[in-house]
């Protein structure tokens, strides 16, 4: 006797309607220059930092993550010194 067996389900994920289409060399060099164009209008609309308040935003990195550095060293040797006096 032949085994019964349910119909497939659908798959998910990518299944196009279509195959991608080949693009020629032609077609990809105008993809790729358009791209650029637009990525230097784009660049042309950001609001660039002056000198110093690229400084200034620097110097506030480096501060905070050396208090947090500092902060979480201290973290670490309170709970090192805690676990230790625990487990003795």
């Known amino acids: 006797m032949a085994e019964q067996r349910s119909p497939k389900p659908p798959v ?4 196009p309607s279509w195959p991608a289409d080949k693009l020629g060399k032609h ?9 650029i164009t637009e ?8 609001s660039w930092p002056t000198k110093s308040e690229l400084i200034n935003s620097t110097i506030v990195v480096i501060v905070a993550v050396v208090i947090m550095a500092i902060f979480i060293g201290l973290c670490d040797v309170v709970l090192s010194n805690a676990i230790n006096f625990i487990l003795r």
């Open 12 to 15: 998910g994920g990518s299944n």
């Open 27 to 35: 077609e990809i060099m105008n993809k790729v220059a358009k791209f």
């Open 39 to 46: 990525v230097k209008t784009e660049l042309k609309k950001v």
